[in-house]
């Protein structure tokens, strides 16, 4: 009989809108035994503390460790886990849950921990926007903008966040950007601009339908400014996976990018608002990340 697998549970309490107090008795009550050694349990006290945890567990060979939360969560355990042979996986309880849609997590609990406890290790790809890592998405234009007035809206969860959409929908001025992608430099007023290391930002919103964590490059989407009449039809292709087939998206595929402008500020990491400067380089690392699933 093989050896048992070691698995630990970081658990941000904060997170999402969904309440988390019953988890660890859900966890004890799902994870095999036969196949698992007791589960580690841990909760966050603070900003980062994921990220130490899952150093930790790294450090002492774990096999894998478990996300309990929203992107953010999910960033820092994973920022952790960089470099070592120990597993991501993911019990989704975020606001859009990116990665954890794009790679088939159950968003209830109790399946997303039987996934887990009969899951098997995938290699993942990650990206660093000046020096910063993220797993899912990154970029500037409007959704970095979202990011930014969501995180001082108050409350969480997908009502708020439309709700700040619909606000600042009219009032939003599109940027002029310059690209530079594989020797090619692309300058145009954009609405957003997307690094995609997987194909959503999450809520089932495809903002690069073909992208892969597997494949060593990330897509780039640019979104030039559209007409009002045109919000119906883009929301649809962004839901349906169809919006590469909009006149008003442009796709490239690299596994570095600089994008410059002539501004300093608003810019999101896997949703999270972060402000940065006029040059931003991104890049692809593959080969350095594991997920579990």
Known sequence: MSAKKK???IINPISGTSKKKDL????????????????????????????ELAKEFAEKSYDVVVACGGDGTVNE??????????????VPYGSGNGLARHWGFSLKPKEALRQICFGTKHPMDYGLVNGLKFFCTCGTGFD??????????????????????????R????????????????KQKAFVITFANA??????????????????V???????????????ILAWQLIKKKLDGSPY?????????????????????????VEMGKEINVKIISNQLHIWI
Not at 24 to 40: A, R, T, V
Not at 218 to 232: A, H, L, R
């Open 77 to 90: 355990v994973a920022s952790g886990l960089i470099g070592s042979n120990t597993s991501l996986s993911i």
């Open 24 to 51: 660890p008795d859900l966890i004890k009550s799902i994870i095999n035994l036969e196949m698992w050694e007791q589960p580690d349990i841990l909760f966050t006290e603070h900003q980062g503390h994921a990220v």
């Open 199 to 216: 194909s959503q930002y999450g809520n089932e919103g495809y903002i690069a339908p073909h992208a892969s964590t597997q494949d060593g």
């Open 7 to 9: 698995i630990a549970f």
């Open 249 to 273: 998206t442009h796709y490239y595929r690299s596994s570095e990018v600089t994008l410059k402008r002539t501004f300093e500020g608003e810019f999101h990491v896997d949703g999270e608002a």
């Open 144 to 169: 970095a903008h979202i990011s930014h007035v969501y995180a001082h809206a108050g409350s969480r969860g997908f009502i708020t966040y439309l709700k700040c959409i619909l606000s600042e929908y």
């Open 218 to 232: 990330m897509d780039i989407c640019v979104m030039d400014p559209f007409p009002n009449t045109s919000v119906p």
């Open 171 to 186: 009032k939003y001025k599109p940027n002029e950007y310059l690209l530079e992608v594989d020797g090619e430099t692309i």
